[in-house]
């Protein structure tokens, strides 16, 4: 095998200055840059704009090597080796510090609607796995809904008196008829719930429910609806026939 000698690494880790500020910071780059494209990477390292950048090499030792000023020419063909210093002089009339100052920087503004519609932010992350505050907003807000919830029930069922005739049209049920037997809360389940004597033996207990008494009737012929199926009205007895079978 033919021992190959002289390649050099394709990046270099190299030390960044500057004349804008105090701090060095260690990166590595491709030795395949353009200085060009180098000068646009450091944008984002020392705060200055490329066009107003003057770059000088200085060796491990903080000897000058050289300028860095051919800006088509590779950053690999500059004596550059890990360990090398790259000074960035500005040329923009910026001093010294201005952009470690961050009280002079322009903050970035977003509204708290616009805030709340990313999906990206920690409020986002937050609300979608219920924590912290998230979790006690979503309980409140579903107690305000139950509330609600609970008003609307009670002010329905106040309308509907005992005794009252009525006609319960409950989703994916035919109409069933009968005379109200009681309104108002249950033990049994949260909320105001109708107590209906059904006309037929279409209903589901006698009245009571887990060994309590809400009302008088025969078995099968008593049911709890929730008020918003009930409409009371001049429903006379309907003949359902049940005799006939």
């Known amino acids: 095998d033919m021992e190959v000698t002289g390649i050099t690494a394709p990046t270099v880790t190299v030390f960044i200055s500057s004349s804008l500020n105090s701090f060095r910071s260690q990166k590595r780059y491709s030795r395949s840059l353009t200085i060009a494209e180098f000068k646009c990477k450091l944008e984002l390292v020392v705060g200055s704009p490329a066009s107003c950048m003057e770059l000088e090499l200085y060796g491990p030792d ?119 037997m009681y309104a108002g809360l249950t033990d049994f389940k949260p909320g105001y719930w109708i107590g209906i004597r059904y006309d037929e033996p279409l209903g589901k207990n006698d009245g009571s429910v887990n060994g309590k008494r809400y009302f008088e009737c025969q078995a099968k012929y008593g049911a709890f609806v929730k008020p918003s199926v009930v409409t009371v009205g001049d429903f006379p007895e309907e003949d359902y026939g049940l005799d006939e079978m």
């Open 62 to 180: 903080d000897t000058f090597y050289s300028k860095l000023d051919q800006e088509d020419a590779l950053l690999g063909s500059y004596p550059v080796d890990d360990g090398c210093r790259i000074h960035v002089i500005d040329q923009s009339g910026a001093r010294l510090g201005e952009y470690e100052d961050v009280t002079r920087v322009e903050k970035y503004k977003i509204s708290q609607e616009a805030y709340d519609q990313r999906q990206d932010t920690v409020r986002s992350f937050l609300k979608r796995s219920k924590l912290g505050r998230y979790n006690e907003e979503e309980r409140a807000q579903q107690e305000a809904e139950a509330a609600q919830r609970l008003a609307e029930e009670q002010a329905q069922a106040s309308a509907i008196s005992v005794g009252s005739r009525c006609e319960v049209r409950a989703p994916g049920q035919s109409p069933r008829r009968g005379t109200v």
